[in-house]
T-cell receptor, first 115, second 115 residues
Framework: ETGVTQTPRHLVMGMTNKKSLKCEQH?????MYWYKQSAKKPLELMFV???????ENNSVPSRFSPECPNSSHLFLHLHTLQPEDSALYLC??????????????FGPGTRLLVL | DQQVKQNSPSLSVQEGRISILNCDYT??????FLWYKKYPAEGPTFLIS?????DKNEDGRFTVFLNKSAKHLSLHIVPSQPGDSAVYFC??????????????FGQGTTLQVKP
């Protein structure tokens, strides 16, 4: 596979469930990102990982817990979510080293519905 | 406070004509700008970018113009094709260390190209 892949593509969960989103990049990048896109809103950055280290947490509630075991994989662990957390969750990756002018490449996203 | 704005939620053009999508920004520290295209149920796809040292970048049918004094950029698509129908996001990043890897997105403009 090439590019950035995300699983599952769709997820329905109750507020008491625990689930995880997975992202994998095959581009040799060292930075990975989680974004949230709610209806009619801009993409919101949630977390940034550079070389497996978290470098940005954009005031995300603790019910979202990221994990980056290596530069190719990124997880988003979900627990006790709220209906307003229903959104499209996008993963992206980039290759730091070209100054700060990095192009991020996105996966297809996971459409999450919290009931 | 939205630092990147796309004030037109939608745009409709005839096939073969020019599509012009606009984007305004407020942060003078931004020095790299990108356009992404997004189809329904897919992640954003990188389209074209421009560094602040340039005022124009062209790639096939796509040209991005940057007016730093006006803090404005635009994406021109010519000729427009029905397959160009999608949501277009502009994004910006800055060169300060606190902004490493952080893209700020606009709300998106939905382009419809009519056959």
């Amino acid at each position: 596979e090439t590019g950035v892949t995300q699983t599952p593509r769709h997820l329905v969960m109750g507020m008491t469930n625990k689930k995880s989103l997975k992202c994998e990049q095959h581009l040799g990048h060292n930075a990975m990102y989680w974004y949230k896109q709610s209806a009619k809103k801009p993409l919101e950055l949630m977390f940034v990982y550079n070389f497996k280290e978290q470098t940005e947490n954009n005031s995300v509630p603790s019910r979202f817990s990221p994990e980056c075991p290596n530069s190719s994989h990124l997880f988003l662990h979900l627990h006790t979510l709220q209906p307003e957390d229903s959104a499209l969750y996008l993963c992206a990756s980039s290759h730091p080293g070209h100054g700060y002018q990095e192009t991020q490449y996105f996966g297809p996203g996971t459409r999450l519905l919290v009931l | 406070d939205q630092q990147v704005k796309q004030n037109s939620p939608s745009l409709s053009v005839q096939e073969g004509r020019i599509s012009i999508l606009n984007c305004d920004y407020t942060n003078s520290m931004f020095d790299y700008f990108l356009w992404y295209k997004k189809y329904p149920a897919e992640g954003p796809t990188f389209l074209i970018s421009i560094s602040s040292i340039k005022d124009k970048n062209e790639d096939g049918r796509f040209t991005v113009f940057l007016n730093k004094s006006a803090k404005h950029l635009s994406l021109h698509i010519v000729p427009s094709q029905p397959g160009d129908s999608a949501v277009y996001f502009c994004a910006a990043s800055g060169s300060s260390s606190s902004n490493t890897g952080k893209l700020i997105f606009g709300q998106g403009t939905t382009l419809q190209v009519k056959p």
